[in-house]
């Protein structure tokens, strides 16, 4: 009875050691598959956040050429209106002398023309004096033929045979 008790006793405890080695490998693959799973997820975020950096990049140098391509078509169409500005401002200044030499001109036609319209005038207040002498010599004519017509003078025949006698 002895024995048996002592095979059990050692019996249980081979079993309870050998338990125990397969619970402590058990465990510690366990942890060697933990840390190992810890590095694998380490790794992944480490490759993760590699490759959000390199996608940053990635975007600010995409951002970096949109900007600048951006800035470029700016200046381009800053460029174009500015050129546009200044040859709309050359065709008003253009527009402008044309309208000074026009004013001018019908500045200069004005007076002309006030000239010749004095001109005129005082050449119709001329006209009209020399009109009003012109009807009065034509009236004093009539009237000197009137007069004329009344006092018949003789005629040549009239003269040769009817002289008087005391020229004889």
């Given at each position: 009875f002895f024995f048996s008790s002592r095979r059990r006793h050692t019996r249980s405890s081979l079993v309870s050691w050998a338990r125990r080695c397969v619970q402590e490998t058990a465990v510690e693959q366990a942890k060697a598959k933990l840390e190992e799973q810890k590095k694998g997820r380490l790794a992944a975020e480490k490759e993760l956040e590699e490759k959000m950096k390199e996608l940053k990049d990635q975007a600010s140098e995409e951002?970096?050429?949109?900007?600048?391509?951006?800035?470029?078509?700016?200046?381009?169409s800053i460029k174009h209106i500015q050129e546009e500005k200044k040859k709309s401002m050359e065709e008003l200044q253009e527009k402008q002398l044309i309208l000074k030499e026009r004013d001018f001109m019908i500045y200069e036609l004005e007076g002309i023309t006030s000239k010749k319209?004095?001109?005129t005038k005082a050449r119709g207040n001329l006209s009209e004096g020399y009109e009003n002498e012109l009807s009065k010599l034509k009236d004093e004519?009539?009237?000197v033929v009137k007069i004329?017509?009344?006092?018949?003078s003789p005629s040549p025949q009239e003269l040769s045979t009817d002289r008087m006698p005391s020229s004889t």
């Open positions: 951002e970096v050429k949109i900007k600048s391509q951006v800035k470029e078509k700016m200046e381009g319209n004095r001109k004519q009539e009237e004329g017509l009344l006092y018949k």
